[in-house]
């Protein structure tokens, strides 16, 4: 098997050209506006469904779905399990070197002397450190990725590009992190995703009869 990046890519074609736009209209957004300007623009922009859904919608980027995902994997797929595991670890443990080296303040820190002008979602736990890039945002673009590069149906890739969306957009609302520490956190998903992938599904072992099969697929 010889799967280069461009195979990728083009599995995964409904989820990252949609996600190119995006991106370049996010960079567009950053280049024009401050820091703080943005900020405010999506706090201000708040409602009571907003702070109903959004701590749901932020779950989605948490620990437990990784570990969820892979569960459900690993009874269809070991090569699918795998590959979901491994990209997981992968831009996990990226995205948490990035944040060690650059040790950026959260915007209840950032903003300390203005807390009385924002808007917290009542019951959130606000952090404080680490907020360069989201973690979050991270793992849901990693596993948009790993998904859209899965699916039969590849009109999903989009579908999924929308729910790592969600996850990024839920991160600001909730006052957790900043404007680019969500695209910088989609940038490190996406792309360390689609370069573990060329290099993974490249090994012989992975296209195996042994790794084709899952636990309900055993014979």
């Known amino acids: 098997?010889?799967?280069?990046?461009?195979?990728?890519?083009r599995q995964i074609r409904l989820f990252f050209l949609p996600y190119l736009i995006i991106l370049i209209a996010c960079l567009i957004i950053k280049l024009s506006y401050t820091r703080e300007a943005i900020y405010f623009a999506v706090n201000t922009r708040h409602s009571n469904w907003g702070d109903w859904l959004f701590p749901y919608v932020t779950d989605f980027g948490e620990g437990y779905m990784v570990v969820t995902l892979t569960l459900i994997m690993l009874l269809f797929s070991y090569r699918k399990t795998l590959l979901l595991i491994t990209s997981f670890a992968v831009s996990g443990i990226t995205v948490q070197v990035i944040k060690h080296i650059v040790q950026a303040p959260r915007p209840v820190v950032y903003f300390e002397k203005e807390l009385a002008d924002i808007h917290f979602v009542k019951g959130i736990s606000l952090l404080h450190s680490n907020s360069f890039p989201s973690g979050h945002t991270v793992t849901a673009f990693s596993a948009a990725v790993?998904?859209?590069?899965?699916?039969?149906?590849?009109?999903?890739?989009?579908?999924?590009?929308?729910?790592?969306?969600?996850?990024?957009?839920?991160?600001?609302?909730?006052?957790?992190?900043?404007?680019?520490?969500?695209?910088?956190?989609?940038?490190?998903g996406t792309i360390s995703t689609i370069i573990w992938i060329t290099f993974m599904d490249n090994r012989?072992?992975?296209?195996?009869?042994?790794?084709?099969?899952?636990?309900?697929k055993r014979k």
């Open 204 to 216: 012989p072992f992975m296209h195996s009869q042994a790794m084709s099969k899952g636990l309900l």
């Open 1 to 9: 098997m010889n799967t280069r990046i461009t195979d990728v890519l």
């Open 146 to 188: 790993v998904l859209s590069y899965f699916a039969v149906n590849k009109r999903w890739g989009f579908i999924f590009l929308l729910m790592a969306i969600a996850v990024a957009y839920s991160r600001m609302y909730l006052s957790q992190h900043f404007f680019e520490d969500v695209t910088a956190g989609s940038i490190v």
